[in-house]
């Protein structure tokens, strides 16, 4: 990478002043003793002051720049006397073409790539001298310039990509909702013909149908709101954690018949959060325990329990599934990712939004091996007051 290519990303010539640059530059005078520090980024035709105490910043050349020839040589550069010096005297920051610079300390500012693209310098129009604790100040404060501008540009990438996120969020609950729309149409329709009127379990199958239609519709909403609030703001309500669960089976009725998979709960729990993060947290929990459990070759059994401890509801989801090895626990968390061991198709988003929509609420989420011989995930949440 060229030093104008390690420059642009920080994307700082030309911005307005950054009052945590200031603030470091003053900083590296106070504590020097002299009345002026700058922040140089040098390409390969200009420095750019883009923080500097003692005068207002500005641009000169490269064949201009003391720093860019201090960068020549690696580390700390110290010059008690420039016109002294063969590599400044005849320097017009030095001559008094452009100032009178006597003393000049610069220490350069080095990216994590290892590529230098500047300097703190300090300056006075007097000869002095640093000691080896107030050199070694500078070169803290040169680190500090470089962990600030790292933050700034970490923070721009982290904006742009959210607003990716929520551009694609967006486009997917469009995507979502156009199709469920549809479907819920035409339930409407069938409901409504006299066959059905007397079909009393057709009836009743379709008014399921479009309470799943609703509920859908209402989670995709809601999950999208979550992904726009960065998983910040949960709602707050007191929920029963046993019609929840039940909701969730509701939904989930088909793949739990197709599998022939037998799910118990003893969820007799109150908590408060969430009612459409919590449910998507536990069908997605529910589900996978089902799908890998039926791609391992077993009939899948699913239990969902809920066990007071002290100020925490310890919600338990076993399976008797293929498990997760005890070292790929904490890596299945992370987008994208999935166990390794297992064939089943499918991205592994949902443990990673499970774990967000847990942080969100306070609690914890792991997993740990079941009594089943599969795997247990279990959430800690706050109890009820």
């Known amino acids: 990478m060229t030093r104008r290519d390690a420059i642009a990303q920080y994307d700082i010539v030309g911005a307005s002043p950054q009052t945590d640059l200031q603030g470091l530059a003053e900083l590296a005078a106070t504590l020097c003793g002299v009345p002026t520090a700058v922040i140089n980024l040098i390409d390969d035709a200009n420095q750019y002051q883009v923080a500097a105490t003692g005068f207002e910043p500005s641009v000169c050349t490269i064949e201009e720049s003391m720093c860019a020839v201090a960068l020549r040589t690696p580390g700390l550069t110290v010059v008690p006397d420039a016109t002294l010096d063969v590599r400044f005297a005849s320097n017009p920051f030095v001559t008094g073409d452009l100032a009178n610079v006597r003393f000049y300390a610069s220490s350069p500012l080095i990216t994590p790539a290892g590529v230098p693209i500047g300097t703190i310098c300090i300056f006075d129009d007097i000869t002095r001298d640093l000691t080896d604790e107030i050199a070694h100040s500078l070169d803290l404060i040169a680190h500090q310039i470089v962990d600030v501008l790292e933050l700034r540009r970490i923070t721009r990438d982290l904006e742009s990509s959210n607003e990716q996120l929520e551009r694609f969020a967006g486009q997917v609950s469009h995507d979502l909702r156009n199709p469920l729309t549809a479907v819920a149409g035409f339930i409407e329709l069938a409901a409504d013909s006299p066959a059905v009127v007397a079909a009393p379990e057709v009836a009743a199958a379709l008014f399921r149908a479009d309470a799943a239609a609703t509920r859908m519709d209402s989670m995709i ?106 070292d790929q626990r904490e890596r299945v968390f992370g987008l994208m990712e999935r166990n390794t061991s297992s064939d089943t198709p499918g991205l592994g988003i949902g443990l990673s939004t499970c774990r967000r929509i847990v942080d969100a609420h306070g609690g914890t989420i792991g997993i740990d091996r079941s009594p089943l011989g599969g795997a247990t995930v279990w959430v800690l949440l706050p109890r009820s007051a």
């Open 221 to 326: 909403a809601d999950l999208l709101d979550f992904a726009r609030l960065g998983g910040a703001r949960p709602r707050r309500q007191q929920l029963e954690l046993s019609a929840l669960i039940g909701a969730v089976l509701d939904d989930l009725d088909q793949a739990i018949r197709i599998t022939e998979s037998v799910v118990s709960v003893d969820a007799d729990a109150q908590i408060s959060g969430d009612p459409t993060l919590l449910g998507a947290l536990f069908q997605n929990l529910v589900a996978n325990a089902v799908k890998f459990s039926h791609a391992a070759g077993v009939d899948p059994r699913v239990e969902v329990r809920a066990h007071a401890l002290d100020g925490t509801w310890r919600i338990t989801v076993d399976d008797n599934g293929p498990g997760v090895p005890e």
